[in-house]
């Protein structure tokens, strides 16, 4: 047997991603990490180039991947427990550090109980095949991000039993709940906390009192779920997301320990009993290895680092470095998306200038994302940056004046 005919079916497919302009490109491979120094911050090297690059494009915002700390407290479980679980969840894959990092973010979200997946995405969809049946409705904002809409597809409900609300539309999100059939016995409404390409966040206090004002309509109520990934440990006072800054208590909050944390994994915090479900019915959790000893241990870390004096000193930082930089733009008379968030979008809205605004902070040394259509709508090309806390006033002044003079 051969693929050579799979190969050829393959290969025009790819094709036509490439004349959609939704191929992905070649995949950078950084080969050094060089730490602080002086008024410059990290600095990045790239195989094949001799440039050392700022990372404008990371969503590590807490700057606690190369945190000492965590590499130690990874180092230490490696030693002690090995590389790897060796084994499922159910069958003596649960070590001490997972049950240890469960109870810890459970408490860190207010949350009665948590469990782990290898990332968000999985979270999401375990999450959806864990508390959906024929009479559950699904709702969500139409700039969900991709795992969110892949989860409410594979929880076997029908197409009727969906709705999604115009982004952030709250009198549209009313709509949806209207809508839903008296039939339903639950009706589950999810969203992003933080919009990964805008930098907004979801008024989650608006859209979890709406609900409750449905909430009798149906026998197991209205359930509210974020998606709280870009925001646990970089948004609210304290590091707690999207919800401390809203002063709002979603019921379920899914996250990951692979952005503001520095680590890798996901999480789900709720009930005992929602928890519990996901446990008995979701198959991203019981048929694969679960994280390993040392990213749950630097996840602990990281927790009680985001939940520490010191962790507070790098919010600040995050929030002064993210205020400089939309201070810069603004300065520039560039178009953004106004907020806190250190996701900062520069509105380009041409695809031509995107690329070569791109290609232009490379060559000058600096890694971000350009979006364009069909990511984006065509007239909303957009350029990503992703400030950090290890990004220094030098750094962010250099960036500025970098824009000021691309023509």
Known sequence: MSTHKLDISLEQELDALKLEGRAKPTERIIEHYIPPKGNNGPRYKLEGNDNEFIRLNSNSYLSLSNHPDLIDAA???????????????????????????????????????????NSAYTANCGLALSISNKKTHWIGDQLNHNSIIRAMRISSIPKENKGIFKHNDMADLKRCLDEVSPCMERVVVIFDGIFSMRGDYAPINEITKICKSYDSKFKDGVITVVDDSHGIGAYGDTGR?????????PDIIIGTFGKAFGVNGGFICASNSIIESVRQKADTYIYTNPLSVADCAAAIKAIDICDSAQGRQLLCDLQ????????????????????????VPLLVRDTTKTHDLVNYLFNNGVLVVGLTFPVVPKGDETIRFQINACHTFADINHVIELLDQFD
Not at 85 to 95: E, N
């Open 320 to 343: 002064k470095r993210t205020n400089q930089f939309r201070q810069g733009l603004e300065g520039l008379g560039k178009e953004s998306i106004t907020g806190p968030h250190p996701v």
């Open 75 to 117: 180092d230490k479980a490696t030693h002690k427990f090995g590389v790897g679980p060796g084994a499922v969840r159910f069958i003596d894959g649960t070590f001490v550090y997972h049950d240890r990092l469960e109870k810890k973010v459970a408490a860190f979200t207010n949350k009665p109980a948590a469990k782990i997946f």
């Open 241 to 249: 997301g999207t919800p401390e800054f809203c002063n709002a208590a």
